[in-house]
Nanobody, 117 residues
Framework: QVQPVESGGGLVQPGGSLKLSCLISKNILDFNLMGWYRQTPGKQREWVATLTAAGIANYAVPVKGRFTISRDNAKNTLYLQMNNLKPEDTAVYSC???????????WGRGTRVTVSS
């Protein structure tokens, strides 16, 4: 069983930065697609960014140019560097990974990010 675990959330002022981490309990090379999503109360989960096994990154329009998705294979960890944060970035951020040989997807429980002055 794969259980991604997110960390790094917190309270930050507008314009500030945070770096989220998602520790994956298996070899990160088992996963061909990894991504970050976010959700606020009363709204549907929103896609933020994805990273393929080949290293191709894609970003949602609201975060493009401010967020960077990356991974450290040696640490089996996926990251989301978030810069120039805005109040509308406030949400619970979760990571999602898709195992290439089974097609199974796994979700973490999320880490809360609050952007407020």
């Amino acid at each position: 069983q794969v259980q991604p675990v997110e960390s790094g959330g917190g309270l930050v002022q507008p314009g500030g930065s945070l770096k989220l981490s998602c520790l994956i309990s298996k070899n990160i090379l088992d996963f061909n697609l990894m991504g970050w999503y976010r959700q606020t109360p009363g709204k549907q989960r929103e896609w933020v960014a994805t990273l393929t096994a080949a290293g191709i990154a894609n970003y949602a329009v609201p975060v493009k140019g401010r967020f960077t998705i990356s991974r450290d294979n040696a640490k089996n960890t996926l990251y989301l560097q978030m810069n120039n944060l805005k109040p509308e970035d406030t949400a619970v951020y979760s990571c999602n990974v898709e195992q290439w040989y089974s097609g199974h997807e796994y979700w973490g429980r999320g880490t809360r990010v609050t952007v407020s002055s």
